[in-house]
């Protein structure tokens, strides 16, 4: 397994961006698929983003041509670029790694980190 921190969360205004970065440590990153969820109060857990190990990449309807998901394994690294930011958009955000096909013992989340979009 890794383990994972995310950082970049913030308060922004409506129309503006944030950039949140997730760093692994831990053996073999490069061969996890990494995702990016989030939880706004009151909702369920949801997929916002995910990467494979190959740089193939989906998003969910509503962050689609606003989100853009990137990794570089050279840093260990996993970034959500989010533009044009609505306040439904508010929610905490997870970083989350895992193995296509080989089960959930090599799911890891990180801690979260908070993304708020004022009107």
């Known amino acids: 397994q890794v383990q994972l921190v995310e950082s970049g969360g913030g308060l922004v205004q409506s129309g503006g961006s944030l950039r949140l970065s997730c760093s692994a440590s831990?053996?073999?990153?490069?061969?996890?698929?990494m995702a990016w969820y989030r939880q706004a109060p009151g909702k369920e857990r949801e997929l916002v983003a995910a990467?494979?190990?190959?740089?193939?990449?989906n998003y969910a309807d509503s962050v689609k041509g606003r989100y853009t998901i990137s990794r570089d394994n050279a840093k260990n690294s996993v970034y959500l670029q989010m533009n044009s930011l609505k306040p439904e958009d508010t929610a905490v955000y997870y970083c989350k790694a895992y193995r296509p096909g080989l089960g959930v013992r090599y799911d890891s989340w990180g801690q979260g980190t908070q993304v708020t979009v004022s009107s």
């Open positions: 990467i494979t190990s190959g740089g193939s990449t």
């Open positions: 831990g053996s073999f990153f490069s061969r996890y698929a």
